[in-house]
Nanobody, 115 residues
């Protein structure tokens, strides 16, 4: 079973940057679509960005141009570079792996951007 471990969250100023990392165990990572989701105060989990196994990224409108998702298939690592942070970017960020019926979540990492 694949396991995902996120890191890199923390406290950032408005306009600042953070880089989130998601480390996966197992080679399934290389053929899976990988995503980052954010869970806000209403506990609704929303898609922030995803990247296909071919490396094609997709972003939520709210982060387009500020966030960059990338993957290192040799190291089984997913990244989310977050620039120009806003208070509404705060929340718990979860890494997700999808491949067919396989759907795996990490434990999440907290991002706080005080107004």
């Amino acid at each position: 079973q694949v396991q995902l471990v996120e890191s890199g969250g923390g406290l950032a100023q408005v306009g600042g940057s953070l880089r989130l990392t998601c480390r996966a165990s197992g080679m399934l990572f290389n053929i899976a679509t990988m995503s980052w989701y954010r869970q806000g105060p209403r506990n609704q989990r929303e898609l922030v960005a995803k990247i296909s196994s071919q490396g094609v990224p997709t972003y939520a409108d709210s982060v387009q141009g500020r966030f960059t998702i990338s993957r290192d298939d040799a190291k089984f690592i997913l990244y989310l570079q977050m620039n120009g942070l806003k208070p509404e970017d705060g929340g718990t960020y979860f890494c997700n792996l999808k491949r067919g019926s396989i759907d795996v979540w990490g434990q999440g990492t907290q991002v706080t951007v005080p107004a």
